[in-house]
Structures are given as structure tokens and as C-alpha cells.
């Protein structure tokens, strides 16, 4: 009997940049590359259907940041003493999308 590799199943969050990335373009989303995350802030509240979407495919709302980030499959320790977009280069969506 022939014993096939076994696969992990791909979480939410393990989407790579380029599929978080023309996501957030598809849906027209406000999203900045910060680091290997990518980052969207609100002006206000988005609709359920909206906030849905974001957590399938494995965006999460950070409270203390306000914003939603997705870490694109790159695990980190969470940064407590520093602001991510400051320590880190920040390029916008469609600049991201252009060097991908």
C-alpha cells in the first residue's frame, strides 16, 4: 500500500503578499505594505460584509493598532515598543503590486 505525503491544510493567514495583495485591489481597500505585512485602516467602521471578507482571508483586527493586518504567512513576535510602519519600510498598494 502506497502511503501519500500528508499536506497541511493552508490556514486563512498563510495567503501569500501577492494573493493579500490583489485582494485588497480587487476590493478596493486602503492596504500599505509595511515590512512583509500588509496594514488597512479605516476612516470609519466598514460594513459586516466588508469586516468579513477581511477575516476570510485571514486579516486580523489588531485593537491596539486599530487597523487590520495580515502577516502574509511570515510569523514575528507581536511589537510592543515600537510602531511597525516606523520601523519599517511603508509602500503603498499599487507600488507593491508594480515591484511583485
Known amino acids: 500500500m502506497e502511503i501519500l505525503p500528508k499536506h497541511p491544510a493552508r490556514s486563512k493567514s498563510n495567503h501569500s503578499i501577492i494573493e ?5 485591489k480587487a476590493q478596493n481597500l ?12 479605516f476612516d470609519s467602521k466598514p460594513s459586516t460584509e ?7 482571508i485571514g486579516f486580523r483586527w489588531s485593537k491596539r493598532r486599530g ?3 495580515h ?4 510569523s514575528c513576535r507581536p511589537a510592543r515598543s515600537y510602531r511597525p510602519w516606523d520601523k519599517y519600510q511603508t509602500i503603498s ?3 507593491a ?4
Do not use: M, N, Y
Not at 493579500?20 to 485588497?24: A, K, P
Not at 486602503?30 to 488597512?40: E, N
Open 71 to 74: 502577516s502574509c504567512g511570515h
Open 30 to 41: 486602503p492596504a500599505r505594505v509595511v515590512g512583509r505585512w500588509v496594514w488597512i485602516e
Open 97 to 100: 503590486l508594480s515591484t511583485a
Open 20 to 24: 493579500v495583495l490583489e485582494f485588497c
Open 93 to 95: 498598494l499599487d507600488q
Open 67 to 69: 487597523q487590520w493586518s
Open 50 to 56: 466588508i469586516r468579513q471578507s477581511l477575516k476570510d
